[in-house]
Nanobody, 124 residues
Framework: QLQLVETGGGLVQPGGSLRLSCAAS????????IGWFRQAPGKEREGVSC????????SYIDSVKGRFTISRDNAKNTVYLQMNSLKPEDTAIYYC?????????????????WGQGTQVTVSS
């Protein structure tokens, strides 16, 4: 059974950076497409970025393009989300999720495994 643990969240000033990590255990992360999602208070969970299982093709929502970078290190069984030029509207709980298919999509319902989330707060 795949288990995911997110770390790296925290409080950062606008314009700052954070790197989130999604560490896997119980299975090999290379067999899964991975998505990063976020949920702000009172809002629905939204997909932020994802990376495919094999080729490592990445996708981003428009609001984070050019600021966020998703990557995977299969040797460490970990996926990362580098977040630069952070804005107050990026404040949310960030989750990583995995699905045992090649393609990555931004629909939360198609992901089978979820981490517990890590809080990101962007504020001065």
């Amino acid at each position: 059974q795949l288990q995911l643990v997110e770390t790296g969240g925290g409080l950062v000033q606008p314009g700052g950076s954070l790197r989130l990590s999604c560490a896997a255990s119980g299975s090999t992360l290379a067999y899964y497409a991975i998505g990063w999602f976020r949920q702000a208070p009172g809002k629905e969970r939204e997909g932020v970025s994802c990376i495919t299982r094999s080729s490592g093709t990445t996708s981003y929502i428009d609001s984070v393009k050019g600021r966020f970078t998703i990557s995977r290190d299969n040797a460490k069984n970990t996926v990362y989300l580098q977040m630069n030029s952070l804005k107050p509207e990026d404040t949310a709980i960030y989750y990583c999720a995995a699905r045992p298919y090649v393609a990555c999509v931004f629909a939360p319902r198609v992901y089978d495994y979820w981490g517990q989330g890590t809080q990101v707060t962007v504020s001065s």
